[in-house]
């Protein structure tokens, strides 16, 4: 029988889980025996890269040659880094993290039982990933010599994992906080199916945030006058050892019996520098604040039900203010479930259920849902808008019609359909917030009068494919999304 794999492809920490021939979920660990597996790439003087733990350690050493958190950086159009004589992008580095775990899962499978290579998975992605980084996240797949059967939304997979053990119907908020993002679902589990109700984030927060507060409480505290922000810029060997230090500083400090640590750094000379939980927990106020307030939009989009449990899931769940601020604002004890794992093994049993239509495995994914709206350009009032067709808060599965559209221009023989991608929750929408996705021309080869109407016929699947027909004069043009990946055609 097959065997199915999951890729959890971190900002941090990347993860990689296998559904066995006994339906058993399990992480296979890396050549070094950790469960993850650093998402750090660096490049030795001959261009070769490596990954993971020893990468991880060249960072203060070496940063020149070192490439960490290029998950941030998967819808960056313009980034650019050269190492030695390589010219580094976000989907080839992507790309080797995605090698690595590979290599090292097939090498222990093969030594141990002999097993084939590994070649299809289901790879995660943060739920507010638009398609430009699904899109890079398949390539990335693909240049790692993969068939990426699907992606899915990483509140998700570790809710499927959850809800796999807690079959029960009920609502789920998924707080997940990793190493570089921030995601919040809420998924209800109904009769064994399980729909995303609403989901939301911020792929510029994660635990590095509340690492380079560390960072700035220290410089500021010893009067060294800069920044960690010009230390990122301008001194990335130095933003490299007190980031580390900085880490490890919120880790000690996310440990219950520990009330104040010391951070012990080199930077212009050797220092230590004290720091208490409560000073931590009071410079991060805001960024706890930014998740309350993507936890309110995501509710109102929900339609605000009733919670049953709250889970929380990526590493920086661990520190205790967000397990108090949860409790506070929900009166509800969070689990914390399986930080580290949840999300491929989510991803694992994912990958079953699309390829076998696996029931064993228990619960099935219903709806799921991005976070974006999608809409085409058109006038308003003389001003050119984004019309959303399908909204962030929309369910799936539905097939709308509209027929308010119309040509702008007297003698006009063609029209230009332009498909946008935005995170505005209502139903017009700046040109400039959106994304364009696709685009092409409706002609019909005659000139008709202004105001000839022009309907838009739109459906979502549940398979995050986004169906748009346009008509007009008898003409037609059909544009297709897959909001999961996979190239956009028309
Ligand atoms: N015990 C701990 N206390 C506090 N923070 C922790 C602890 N263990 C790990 N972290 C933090 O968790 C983050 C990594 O989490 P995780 O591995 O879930 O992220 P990721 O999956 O790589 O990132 P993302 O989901 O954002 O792409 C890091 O910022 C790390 O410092
Ligand atoms: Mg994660």
Not at 289 to 313: C, H, R, S, Y
Request: glycine share 8%; with cysteine.
């Amino acid at each position: 029988m097959e065997e199915f794999y999951g890729i959890d492809l971190g900002t941090t920490n990347s993860c990689i889980a296998i559904i066995d021939e006994e339906d058993s979920v399990t992480v296979v660990t890396n050549e070094e025996g950790q469960l993850t597996t650093p998402s750090v790439v660096a490049y030795d003087e001959d261009g070769s890269p490596y990954v993971g733990t020893a990468a991880k350690s060249n960072m203060a050493n070496d940063p020149e040659r070192t490439v960490s958190f290029i998950k941030r950086e998967m819808s960056n159009d313009n980034y650019k880094r050269r190492i030695g004589n390589i010219d580094i992008n976000p989907i080839d580095v992507s790309a080797e993290i995605l090698k690595k775990l590979v290599r090292d899962a097939n090498q222990k499978r093969q030594d141990e039982e002999g097993k084939d290579p590994i070649h299809k998975v289901v790879i995660t992605v943060p739920a507010y990933f638009g398609n430009a980084e699904r899109t890079r996240t398949m390539e990335a797949g693909k240049r790692a010599g993969l068939e990426v059967i699907s992606l899915i939304n990483e509140p998700t997979a570790a809710a499927l994992s959850f809800g796999i053990k807690n079959r029960q119907n009920r609502t789920i908020l998924v707080y997940d906080l990793g190493g570089g993002t921030f995601d919040v679902s809420i998924m209800k589990i109904q009769n064994g199916v399980m729909d995303t109700l609403a989901t939301n984030g911020n792929h510029q927060l994660g635990g590095v945030d509340w690492d380079e507060q560390i960072v700035d409480y220290v410089l500021q505290k010893e009067n060294f006058n800069t920044t960690c922000k010009e230390l990122k810029e301008h001194d990335m060997a130095n933003y490299g050892s007190l980031i580390i230090g900085a880490e490890e500083a919120k880790k000690i400090l996310s440990t219950p019996s520990r009330e104040k640590t010391t951070l012990r750094y080199n930077y212009k000379g050797i220092h230590n520098t004290e720091i208490t939980r409560s000073e931590f927990e009071e410079l991060t106020i805001e960024l706890m604040k930014m998740t309350d307030q993507l936890i309110d939009t995501t509710m109102e989009m929900a339609g605000n039900p009733k919670l049953d449990d709250v889970l929380l899931v990526g590493g920086s769940s661990r520190m205790p203010m967000v397990k108090a601020f949860i409790e506070k604002k929900f009166g509800i004890t969070p689990r914390i479930f399986e930080p580290d794992l949840a999300v491929a093994k989510g991803a694992a049993l994912y990958a079953a259920q699309e390829e076998k239509g696996y029931t064993e495995v228990g619960i099935q994914l219903g709806n799921d849902k991005g976070s974006a709206s999608y809409g085409v350009a058109a006038y308003v009032n003389g001003k050119e808008m984004v019309c959303n067709l399908i909204l962030m808060s929309d369910n799936l599965c539905v097939e709308k019609t509209f027929d308010e559209f119309s040509t702008l221009n007297d003698g006009q023989t063609s029209v230009r359909v332009a498909l946008y991608e935005n995170r505005v929750n209502k139903s017009l929408c700046e040109v400039p917030m959106s994304i364009l996705l696709q685009d092409g021309d409706v002609t019909w080869g005659y000139p008709v009068p202004k105001g000839t109407p022009l309907k838009y016929v739109v459906n979502r699947g549940k398979d995050g494919i986004i169906k748009v027909h346009c008509e007009i004069e008898g003409k037609t043009a059909d544009f297709v999304i897959n909001t999961k990946g996979v190239s956009l055609n028309r």
